[in-house]
């Protein structure tokens, strides 16, 4: 199985600031990335696929870079709305594995 | 509209089965993959399987094969996880999901169900 490792696991920030979660594959998986926010409560929701796509709705405040093995979220500028979980998945195998997540939450 | 709805939550003893339902509509349900993924309570996400409705094609994560059955009817646009005996550690939220393609989705979850909160308990 590939593993997915993310980094921080938890982080404070403030609205405005600028965040970057990352997140590293246990061996090469091209571009085959994807990232998911989940609030509290709520199913996960996709953010970004293939690594750097943007999903149809979601703000062009967030952004996905990175091949290979290593990869990056960054949110531009945190909004009130951006507190929440986030966890990348790798779809170039199965099984498809996730990472553990990474809290981000209110300085 | 895509959507995916999940079936109420359960609360069941140890060593009782169990069989959870998602139905899918505003989509070919045969021509997606429709995955199942674990939340145990405060922890992450866990990748169980995979269905092919149009042919019940199925893949499993190895931490979950054999523990549970992925299936689909395609006759009523509907996929399910099951457990022949359930242990207290199945205790978690279950969520299905669509797979999208390759070219429009990168192969990622792109609709989720709504989650099925399933509860083992003596």
């Known amino acids: 199985d590939i593993q997915m490792t993310q980094s921080p696991s938890s982080l404070s920030a403030s609205v405005g600031d600028r965040v970057t979660i990352t997140c590293r594959a246990s061996?090469?998986?091209?571009?085959?990335l994807n990232w998911y926010q989940q609030k509290p409560g709520k199913a996960p929701n996709l953010l970004i696929y293939a690594a750097t796509s943007l999903q149809s709705g979601v703000p062009s405040r967030f952004s996905g870079s990175g091949s290979g093995t290593d990869f990056t979220l960054t949110i531009s500028s945190l909004q009130p709305e951006d507190f929440a979980a986030y966890y990348c998945q790798q779809s170039y195998s199965t099984p498809r594995t996730f990472g553990h997540g990474t809290t981000v939450e209110i300085k | 509209e895509v959507q995916l709805v999940q079936s109420g939550a359960e609360v069941k003893k140890p060593g009782e089965s169990l069989k959870i339902s998602c139905k899918g509509s505003g989509y070919s349900f045969t021509t997606y993959w429709i995955g199942w993924v674990r939340q145990m309570p405060g922890k992450g996400l866990e990748w169980m399987g995979i269905?092919?409705?149009?042919?019940?094609?199925?893949r499993y994560s190895p931490s979950f094969q054999g523990q549970v059955t992925i299936s689909a009817d395609e006759s009523i646009n509907t996929a399910y996880l099951q457990w022949s005996s359930l242990k207290a550690s199945d205790t978690a939220m279950y969520y299905c999901a669509r797979q999208g393609t390759i070219a429009a989705a990168g192969s990622s979850f792109d609709y989720w169900g709504q989650g099925t909160l399933v509860t083992v308990s003596s």
């Open positions: 269905v092919y409705p149009g042919d019940s094609d199925t």
């Open positions: 061996q090469s998986i091209s571009n085959s």
